[in-house]
């Protein structure tokens, strides 16, 4: 993260200058259209992702300070196109790269990043009971650059949501293997054959909540006359939602993750 328009104090060496003051630059729009120029001019192969943002200070005005992002590359490292050199960051200093480190970042791969997929549906009949059940498709989204062989995710069964015996489809499969686990933990688990690629969204299966039934209330009136068509209803809750799990994948660190959802009332016309 760049922050362009802070004046810097030089410390001794091997030890990282320190911000002392703001120093806004006087036309942030010619500047960051200058910085993202340098960038893809500058940088062999070109960086994907780099994202920038002028912040003006006082607002309306055309000074202040530029923000640039720049994510970490996967793959093979960049280059600068000024000397041809490869640079590595250490410390507070810029130092070109050694040979071996070069052939060994030649030999990488890029890295799949895997996050939380999980869709809310409408509410609707439950299948083995007469109160209705919100569901939820539950998925991983592989936004990185890389393969996720052996994909994983598991979570608490104490938790708000559930698995459904009916699977994904209806007929009880899922898009992952549902493994064998102690009672506390629900865990789907790929194989050799299960990849998740770079752009997909792979869903697994269906999770439910059951709600709480809250009472009945009579057919609606109107002018001392009942609607046509209307009945009694049933009136249910389901409670607020704060979902979590654990997502890997070979080679990966296992990551946390969370959702939440509100909760809803549902009526449901009693037939």
């Not at 410390?91 to 030649?106: A, C, L, R, V």
């Not at 459904?164 to 293997?177: A, C, E, F, H, I």
């Amino acid at each position: 993260m760049l922050v362009i328009g802070m004046k810097a104090e030089s410390k001794p060496k091997d030890e990282p200058d320190v911000v002392s003051a703001a120093a806004p630059v006087q036309d942030t729009a010619l500047v960051e259209s200058r910085v993202l120029d340098l960038i893809g001019n500058l940088v062999e192969p070109g960086i994907v992702g780099v994202r920038s943002r002028r912040v003006n200070d006082p607002k309306g005005a055309k000074s202040g300070f530029v923000v640039i992002y720049v994510p970490a590359s996967e793959g093979s490292p960049r280059r600068s196109r000024k000397d041809s050199k490869f640079y590595q960051r250490i410390g507070s200093g810029t130092f070109p790269m050694e040979y071996f480190q070069i052939e060994d970042m030649f030999g990488k791969r890029p890295h799949p990043k895997l996050e939380l997929l999980l869709e809310e549906k409408p509410i609707g009949p439950g299948a083995f009971s007469h109160g209705p059940q919100r569901t939820f498709r539950l998925g991983i989204s592989n936004v990185g650059h890389g393969l996720a062989k052996f994909p994983c995710i598991r979570f608490k069964r104490s938790g708000p949501l559930r698995e459904t015996t009916l699977g994904l489809d209806g007929s009880g499969r899922t898009g992952l293997p549902q493994r064998a686990s102690e009672g506390l933990w629900c865990i789907f688990q790929g194989g050799v054959d299960s990849v998740i690629y770079p752009g997909e969204d792979f869903i697994i299966t269906n999770l439910i909540q059951d709600g709480k039934q809250q009472g009945e209330v009579g057919p609606e009136m109107q002018g001392g006359q009942w609607f046509a068509g209307s009945r009694k209803a049933i009136l249910w809750h389901f409670n607020e939602i704060s979902f979590s799990c654990e997502i890997s994948s070979e080679g990966m660190p296992t990551s946390e993750h969370r959702a939440s959802f509100e909760a809803k009332d549902f009526r449901q016309e009693n037939y």
